[in-house]
């Protein structure tokens, strides 16, 4: 033990550069993520930011049954698994397939500038992306004018439940798409060429290529990301949720984290959001268990 | 040279003082007569018509002359106008409060309630000494009193009072042009009325309406003689979202969307003002002088219409734009001092200047010489008040004057800047205004709840209004069928409605029950 000791000390004088790199991101998770976790106590209480955490009164689990009686807590939960399961079902597949397409493209011009087009939307703010979409979405505006072109009726899009899911998971695809690619193509530059020689001797064609070079050489790569996907699956994406959805579309846009947003911070109901808040991230905490179980299970890559 | 210089300056700086020195003998400010340097921190949030021309309320010639009137000087702490609530309560929630607040109607549950969290001071003990003005105003009469304190005689903010009933400013507009092309010559009255104009110009290619964004016109609304939420009909509480009138108001909307006279895109269309000047939608609710005068500047003419009703003589019952003079409904109106003040006394006063005489010409008028002149003794607007650096009218409104400002407020036909532009621009506002058939019977005075109904009625309302709001819009567009009209009533009284209807009530009931102090 004392040796254990005595040798991480000379680690860390050694390599104390790095460990000072280290530092603001311990720090960052501690003072952000840790040192809040205290204040998740006013989901027990009928918190009243004057009179203090310790002023405000204890009420147990009230909030918590006030929300899974209410008739807005399977909605959201539904809402936010649904919404999830299409963007990862469509989302985030479009990325892996899209690096494989672009993977087989020859370098050169064409390829960076496909690329370069690609990755750009990823850093226009959210906020401008929306609001560029409920313009568009308008019955006299861009869409509508694909859509009457193309025979359909014009409506105003944002204002149906049914359209919802797809005009935010196919936005979603547009701005992301590219910068998604990067670490499978990443992964893919590793690829051993002798690889992909050997199976064109086995007479290998270009499709069979892709399926028995390429996606067993990413399935590590999307084994780890899909797990963390599923870890930020109950907060991810509800900025664009708030700037999308309105009354009519809550039935199928109001998530978990929109209706905190709604509760706790505009109506100042805290301790209610508050509960509401540690609620969703003890359902992400069970998602990403059971994620982790089952890719350990079938591919035998996990996290942990 | 160099001597001569430096003696020069110094006598320029010693000249300069003079008549500061002056000054203090003779007419010591209003507030701070200490003559040293008295600095509060208050929030209030940038206008947005402002925001494009000045970084800091500290630039405008009104609280510039202020500071010189009151002797104090102002920190500002101003967010945007959209992001004013949430700054608000972030301000609050952090304990790094401002000495006093502007809008503190803004605070989520109510300006009493923000007292009752601890947020706010009860302003009673001290105003009598510090704000001699205000109280004699308030306590002028029942009325007065009952709208300016809360129930147990607390008095948690300072506000906007007026000295007579300002005219309705929000209306119906319609485009002259628009009505002579169409061949119809008079402006509507009915229900009736509304629906065959709306079908001449949907039959002309234009989208006839664009209701609210939320599915609520009081103006309709008030035809079926019902309000939204709560109101009082002789003295018993009623939340309108499940009264029987409500349903007929929803019913006619889902027939006029499915007819096509409410725009379909009425929940996120942005530019309503240019789609109404280019004649692609008919009609909306508006301030009907702004529109008027930005008719003149694009060359056509607005109409103003009366309220409408389902048969010409009913009587309506639902205006609440003369229901009382001390407006609690003005963000800019509505001053609290805060909890974490130190010097309450110079706050009270500085808030109270609006109420002296010259505090009263200030934020009415504005700064004499500049934007506005005596003649025969009467305040006249100078040319100044329209056309000024660029800036646009409505933020010069709030550039020189303390427009909808805490302060003895004059109705807007007396001194508001867009009405006095033009004769016809005052007539447009007055016109209707004297509906002979028209008062504020049902509507329902700022009742002040205690803790414990405030708890209950956030508990049911936060639940009902999340829900009766998505409704609203479903029945609109038809994809609820109003068929489920019951079942929707009976999921609002499942939620508890009857808990926060009897909040309400006792809350009112107190109010009826106020007496001012002697």
């Known amino acids: 033990m004392a040796s254990g000791r005595y040798r991480l000390l000379k680690q860390i004088k050694r390599y104390r550069y790095i460990y000072l790199m280290i530092l603001p991101v311990l720090l960052y998770y501690l003072i952000f993520h840790y040192a809040t976790m205290y204040y998740a106590v006013i989901a027990f209480q009928n918190y009243k930011p004057m009179k203090g955490i310790s002023g405000s009164r204890f009420i147990g689990l009230k909030h918590f049954i006030s929300f899974l009686e209410s008739p807005y807590a399977w909605r959201t939960i539904r809402n936010t698994l649904v919404l999830n399961a299409y963007m990862i079902a469509f989302s985030f597949t479009s990325a892996i ?208 | 040279m160099k001597h001569f210089l430096s003696l020069m300056l110094c006598a320029v700086l010693v000249l300069s003082m003079i008549p500061g020195v002056v000054t203090a003998e003779e007419g010591a400010p209003y507030v701070n007569k200490t003559g040293k340097p008295v600095t509060l921190t208050v929030f209030r949030a940038m206008d947005a018509n402002l925001q494009d021309y000045i970084t800091s309320w500290n630039e405008t010639p009104y609280y510039q002359k202020m500071e010189e009137l009151t002797g104090v000087h102002i920190e500002f702490v101003e967010p945007t106008s959209s992001a004013a609530r949430e700054t608000l309560n972030m301000l609050l929630i952090s304990g790094e409060m401002p000495d006093i607040i502007i809008g503190s109607n803004l605070y989520g549950n109510g300006i009493y309630q923000a007292y009752l969290d601890g947020y706010f001071i009860d302003l009673a003990p001290y105003l009598p000494e510090y704000a001699p003005e205000y109280w004699s105003i308030i306590t002028s009469s029942d009325e007065y009193w009952r709208d300016a304190a809360d129930a147990d005689g607390v008095i948690s903010s300072m506000f906007r009072v007026f000295n007579e009933p300002n005219p309705a400013w929000m209306r119906l507009i319609l485009k002259k042009e628009l009505l002579d092309k169409l061949g119809v010559e008079s402006v509507p009255a009915t229900v009736a009325d509304w629906e065959n104009l709306f079908g001449v110009m949907s039959a002309n290619g234009i989208t006839p309406y664009v209701l609210a964004s939320n599915g609520y016109d009081e103006k309709f609304m008030g035809a079926y ?72 500047a694009e060359g056509y003419h607005v109409l103003s219409t009366p309220y409408p009703r389902l048969s010409a003589d009913q009587e309506l019952h639902w205006d609440h734009y003369t229901n009382t003079m001390v407006r609690r409904d003005y963000d800019n109106g509505c001053i609290a001092v805060t909890s974490s003040c130190k010097d309450i006394e110079t706050a009270i006063k500085w808030i109270n200047f609006g109420y002296t005489a010259p505090g009263i010409e200030l934020n009415n008028w504005g700064i004499e010489g500049l934007n506005f002149e005596y003649v025969d003794g009467k305040p006249q607007y100078l040319p100044a008040q329209w056309d000024y650096n660029g800036i646009s009218q409505e933020g010069l409104n709030y550039y020189f004057k303390g427009h909808n400002c805490a302060t003895y407020a004059y109705s807007d036909t007396q001194c508001h800047a867009n009405l006095l532009k033009s004769p016809e621009a005052a007539a447009i506002r007055e016109e209707y205004g004297d509906d002979p058939l028209l008062d504020h019977d049902y509507y329902l005075p700022s009742v002040s709840l205690t803790e414990e109904e405030t708890e209950i009625r956030t508990e049911v309302m936060t639940n009902v209004d999340t829900y009766v709001n998505e409704m609203v819009l479903k029945f609109i567009i038809g994809t609820e069928s109003l068929d489920n009209w019951d079942a929707y009533v009976a999921t609002v009284e499942g939620m508890g409605i009857a808990k926060a209807i009897d909040a309400v009530q006792a809350a009112y009931d107190r109010y009826v029950s106020i007496v001012r102090p002697e």
Not at chain 1, 122 to 127: D, E, K, P
Not at chain 1, 246 to 262: F, G, L, Q
């Open chain 2, 225 to 296: 003689d019902v309000m939204k939420d709560f109101y009082q009909v002789n003295g018993k509480i009623h939340y309108g979202q499940i009264e029987e009138g409500f349903r007929s108001y929803l019913t006619l909307m889902h027939d006029w969307y499915e007819k096509g006279y409410i725009s379909k895109d009425f929940m996120s269309i942005s530019n309503i003002d240019t789609l109404f000047a280019m004649d692609e939608i008919g009609t909306y609710d508006k301030p009907v002088v702004a529109a008027y005068n930005f008719g003149v």
């Open chain 1, 97 to 304: 397939i899209f690096a494989l397409m672009i993977n087989q493209m020859q370098d050169g011009k064409y390829k960076r500038v496909v690329q370069t087009v690609t990755y750009m939307p990823h850093f226009i703010s959210i906020v401008v992306v929306c609001g560029i979409l409920v313009e568009f979405s308008e019955s006299n505006a861009l869409f509508n004018d694909v859509i009457a072109l193309l025979g359909g009726e014009r409506s105003s899009l944002l204002s149906d439940p049914r359209k919802f899911r797809p005009i935010y998971v196919l936005s979603d695809i547009w701005q992301n798409v590219g910068w998604g690619t990067i670490i499978y193509l990443a992964t893919l530059s590793g690829v051993d060429q002798s690889l992909h020689e050997a199976a064109t001797i086995d007479g290998a064609g270009r499709l069979q290529r892709i399926w028995h070079v390429n996606i067993p050489a990413l399935v590590p790569v999307i084994v780890v990301q899909l797990i963390m996907r599923f870890g930020q699956m109950m907060s991810i994406g509800y900025e664009k949720v708030i700037l999308l959805y309105n009354a009519s579309t809550y039935e199928t846009a109001d998530v978990i984290s929109s209706y905190v947003y709604r509760r706790g911070l505009y109506e100042m109901d805290y301790s209610y959001g508050a509960a509401v808040g540690l609620f969703n991230s003890v359902i992400n905490l069970i998602v990403l268990f059971f994620a982790n179980t089952l890719s350990r299970r079938l591919t035998e890559n996990s996290l942990w």
